[in-house]
């Protein structure tokens, strides 16, 4: 029989990765709308710290997929499915890369290095160019609503293999029951 | 400052004679000095806020002028003098900028200028220069020392026509400027840099 589930390693950092990137969502949606002080510097800092964890795990989960593929999808799945799964775990990838560059570009765009977690000098991936910030804000942004769209599809997805095909295609990435 | 100032031309025996002898004749500095016309259109104001490694921002201001003069036969002649608008602070959103404009900062209805004058130049090496002066910011003042740097220096620009570039680097301290406001988290030091074309007048 096929391997029908992925490596705890895979669903490890899978899972670690979801819950980081949500307090990630929470913290940037809530921490632009404050006002200027004490609160607000501290949750950029941590934002550009959780962010660039974000980056590392999602280094390390590529690395991990290379050596080990993910379970092939059962060929039950509509045609369409199996077409676009591929797809939206790709794009989730990506964004969970483009998220925490575009957001390292930024702050060295803004002329501010940054200090991972207070101790690592982490090197300026630019000059400071406030034109650039301006167009890297940007990006970061429509990165953001980008990834709320596929995470929700992502989600979707769940609902609907578990809820109401029951299929067990979440099962497969599920930490707790094996398969 | 003079030609000898910022280029190597001093160097050449014919430019050595000819200072000597305008200096000699009581003509040098009229003969000599060049002024020179800095300002925002070719030029930038940057200043980075904050010695935090946690927390750290930065701004600039676009509208601002200044004159250089440049006497190379007397370095110690030479002067910088800058005038910056306050108002035309620009942070990196439009909140802090606000705030920077605010009374705690530059409060800028009440000191709407920020000002540099040198009182002190002198050549630390071929393309370098020291240069001390006061910086006057919310009615007070204090000393600045630049370090400043030139390059692409065009001894037979016409008027109006790019002269040299400078870039100057100094800091200072805001809290002697009553600028307090979240000392403890960003820092007290302020890096400001300004990177500008010179013109001939």
Redesign the interface.
Known sequence: MAQSSYHPVAKTLHWVTAAIVLVMLALGLWMTGL????TK??A??WHKWIGLVVLVLTLGRLLWRWRHPPPALPDALPAWQLRLAPLAHWALLLLLLGMPISGWLMSSA????V?WF??I?LPDLVP?D?AL?ETLRTTHYFLSRLLIVVLLLHVGAVVHHDLLRRDRIFRRMWPFGGT | MTIALLSTDVRRPTTLLLAAFLTLAGAGPAAAAERLEISGKYGTI?F?IGNS??????G?FTDWKGTVKVDDVNVGQSSVDVIVKTASI?M?DT??TN?LKDSDYFDVAHFPEMTFHSTRVERTGEYSLKVEGDITLRGVTRPMTLAMTVSDRQPQAAPGARYARFRGVGTIKRSEFGMTK?ID??GDNVEISITTEARRH
């Open positions: 006002p200027l002080g004490f510097l501290y950029y800092a803004a002329g501010v290095s200090y207070g101790y000098p400071r406030i910030f | 940057d980075a490694r946690v927390f750290r921002t930065t600039s620009q990196l909140q802090q705030i979240y988290m960003v």
